[in-house]
């Protein structure tokens, strides 16, 4: 295994600090243990690091002319994949985690180096831009960096840099926007170019049913429509998803909590006024203090962003990988941008947590129900007159034609070593997929089953996992929830 590079003068020294907790948190999700997922990063950061001093010598000969390269940490971030893909060649594929072996060889991995006009429109926008602005926008959107934090880092005014964002993000809807246009295309999609730049323009635009349609069934035009609409929070999980490719999601997540935690949120007295005024603006507020002694603290980040659930009173988890394409037509389209978790000291009904999506493994029968159940789902008259020992918060993320998104949060009283959370819908709604826990439905009965890292919860604490699902004449919030087979108060 290589040793790290060693940096070249002060500026890689910090670079060196920032990226490599990047590269460690998103190759340990593509990896089955810490140790294989430090080896994979080593390596990886040596390959990505070499890249980048390479781009960066080319750009100096080139005496300014602007070459196609993508900002340090995503250029980093594909040395892990690249990497990745090296192993599973080399037959050190039962390294990695098998659903990223999966990926790795299908169609959806070869578009990454495949013909450059079929790669995904997220990695074509962001490389068609200055690095610069490219290094804004990611740092802002993908790393969730306050933008002060953004500011200092690259040299920028602190007063003008939400308007200097503003203006990127329109930079890259135009970048994306002649990508798509560029992009081999059938007649029908072709057909939907002009109707889909216009829908995605306006956050009030009602989408056609027939363009609402062909979006849910074409996965090239549904990362388009990812990437033009700026507005719905989901411009991160476009950029990730296109750039990143598998387990952007997951990385998002992880991103987050990371800095959330080396920023100090969800701690008594230590938000910072500035922070709190910037994130204002924001789609949800990181709260914090200034980042300091960034290469301890890094380690700091990384560790508590993989503990799982009620590890502590932050209540950061590990956010495990997605298992489908960020582009994928349910997902690119619907899916909020990450957002801040409370802390241990919360209310009952704790805010919601957005994770990202889990593995997807066979889930058993639904265990501990029938006592607390009667077989339509409905809680018993001894269970209900018990004290619930147990709240759900049950978020609608976000609706559109045939479905939906949706966020249970779940707090509980008492510490649990294993979970289950199931519920009734009402109107025949189906769950798709599932993250943060592995699902099993029979007819109107949804249970949910925590997954390997989250299973430990803290008395009073809460757990939380997202779907995607499915509805037809109603929506409406399902009913009887239980926790390991006891009844829960909704609320």
């Not at 074509?124 to 602005?133: F, K, S, T, Y």
């Not at 910037?278 to 380690?299: P, T």
């Not at 918060?393 to 289950?420: H, I, K, M, N």
């Not at 008395?459 to 009887?480: E, I, K, Q, V, Y």
Request: aromatic share 6%.
């Amino acid at each position: 295994m290589p040793d790290l590079p060693t940096p070249q003068d002060d500026t890689e020294t910090a670079l060196f600090s920032e990226c490599w907790d990047a590269v460690l948190s998103y190759a340990d999700l593509c990896t089955s243990g810490s140790l294989t997922a430090h080896q994979l990063a080593t390596e990886a950061f040596t390959l990505g690091m070499r890249e980048v001093r390479a781009a960066a010598s080319t750009h100096v000969r080139g005496a300014g002319r602007r070459t196609a390269r993508l900002p340090v940490i995503p250029a980093l971030l594909t040395a892990v994949r690249t990497t990745a893909a090296a192993w599973e060649a080399d037959g050190e594929g039962h390294r990695l985690d098998p659903d990223l072996r999966l990926w790795l060889n299908s169609e959806a991995a070869a578009r990454f180096s495949g013909p450059p006009l079929r790669r995904p429109v997220a990695l074509r926008g962001l490389r068609d831009m200055q690095e610069a602005d490219a290094a804004l926008l990611w740092l802002a959107e993908v790393e969730a960096l306050p933008l002060p934090t953004v500011a200092r880092r690259l040299g920028l005014e602190p007063a003008g840099v939400a308007d200097e964002l503003d203006q990127v993000r329109t930079l890259f809807r135009d970048r994306c926007h002649r990508a798509h246009l560029d992009s081999p295309m059938d007649a029908q999609c072709r057909s939907y170019a002009r109707l889909l730049d216009a829908v995605t323009r306006s956050p009030t635009a009602q989408t056609p049913g027939d363009l609402s349609r062909h979006l849910a069934t074409c996965v090239q035009c549904a990362e388009a429509a990812a990437c033009l609409r700026l507005h719905g929070g989901g411009l991160p999980a476009a950029l990730a998803g296109g750039v990143i490719g598998w387990g952007g999601l997951a990385y998002l997540e992880r991103r987050r909590r990371a800095t959330e935690v080396r920023l100090g949120a969800g701690r008594p007295g230590t938000a910072d006024p500035g922070d709190q005024e910037e994130g204002a603006g924001r789609h949800r507020a990181l709260r914090g203090g200034l980042l300091a002694a960034a290469v301890l603290l890094s380690a700091l980040a990384l560790g508590v962003s993989m503990m799982p659930f009620g590890g502590s009173g932050d209540d950061t988890a590990v956010a495990q990988d997605e298992r489908q394409p960020v582009a994928d037509p349910g997902v690119s389209r619907t899916t909020p941008r990450p957002t801040a978790t409370g802390s241990s000291s919360a209310p009952p009904a704790a805010p919601r947590t957005e994770g990202a999506p889990g593995r997807r493994k066979p889930d058993p029968e639904p265990q501990g129900t029938t006592s607390a159940t009667h077989p339509a789902g409905e809680p018993s008259a001894s269970a209900t007159t018990r004290s619930a020992r147990c709240r759900v918060a049950y978020e609608l993320d976000s609706q559109w034609p045939d479905g939906f998104q949706a966020t249970v949060t779940v707090t509980t009283d008492r510490a649990l070593s294993g979970w289950q959370v199931s519920w009734s819908f009402r109107d025949g709604q189906q769950v798709g997929q599932m993250w943060d826990a592995t699902v099993h439905q029979n007819g109107s009965r949804v249970t949910a089953t925590a997954a390997d890292y989250n299973r430990t919860v803290a008395a009073h604490g809460t757990l939380s996992f997202g779907f995607l699902g499915t509805w037809t004449d109603a929506n409406r919030t399902p009913h009887a929830f239980a926790l390991n087979g006891a009844p829960c108060t909704l609320g």
